[in-house]
């Protein structure tokens, strides 16, 4: 496998529901992100790991919790959703160089319902 | 403040036709990076081009051509002859050097529709 892989690419889940999205990357880059997509407003950084240690923490709340086990994964668990957080949820992964083009997957199309 | 503007929520052309997408950025940091990215209906972001602060070459790729100008902090996007399969969104993206983190702010997109 190449490039950024996200599971699942659809997801519906409840309020009261825990669940866990998944992203790997097979590019050998050492910082990974989770984005946010919502319709009608622009890509919203969540969280940054650079060489697993979380680097940025955009005021996201403490519903999300993402884990970066490895340089490889990472993960973003989802707790006591809200509707609101209906969205696209993009993981990308780039080298720690600051500049550098990041890489994307296809993202996990998230329905909380 | 760093900030990326996109005025053109969405663009409609028939094939073949030119099209110009436009971004304009703001930034008190005299080194960084501009990117343009197109996300198609598969929904993943591809990467189709960097900029940085230090290179106003305009760049050419087959019936893409990018030009940054400096002095306007501008960085559009030109499509010559355009065909269905362009139909996509498109985000300008800016990427300043900070530290703390590794910041890459997005434009709100352009949604191209190409039609036949």
């Known amino acids: 496998e190449t490039g950024v892989t996200q599971t699942p690419r659809h997801l519906v889940m409840g309020m009261t529901n825990k669940k866990s999205l998944k992203c790997e990357q097979h590019?050998?880059?050492?910082?990974m992100y989770w984005y946010k997509q919502s319709a009608k407003k622009p890509l919203e950084l969540m969280f940054v790991y650079s060489l697993e240690e979380r680097v940025e923490n955009n005021s996201v709340p403490s519903r999300f919790s993402p884990e970066c086990p490895n340089s490889s994964h990472l993960f973003l668990h989802l707790h006591t959703l809200q509707p609101e957080d209906s969205a696209l949820y993009l993981c990308?992964?780039?080298?720690?160089?600051?500049?550098?083009?990041?890489?994307f997957g296809q993202g996990t199309r998230l329905t909380v319902v | 403040a760093q900030k990326v503007t996109q005025a053109q929520t969405e663009i409609s052309v028939v094939e073949k036709e030119d099209v110009t997408l436009d971004c304009v950025y703001e930034t008190r940091d005299t080194t960084y990076y501009l990117f343009w990215y197109k996300q198609p209906p598969s929904g993943e972001l591809v990467f189709l081009i960097r900029?940085?602060?230090?290179?106003?070459q305009n760049e050419i790729s087959g019936r893409y051509s990018w030009n940054f100008q400096k002095s306007t902090s501008s960085f559009n996007f030109t499509i010559t002859a355009s065909q269905v399969v362009d139909s996509a969104v498109y985000f300008c993206a800016l990427n300043s050097r900070n530290t703390g983190g590794f910041k890459t702010i997005f434009g709100a997109g352009t949604r191209l529709f190409v039609k036949a």
């Open positions: 590019l050998g880059h050492n910082a």
């Open positions: 900029r940085n602060s230090f290179d106003e």
């Open positions: 990308a992964s780039s080298q720690l160089t600051g500049g550098t083009e990041a890489f």
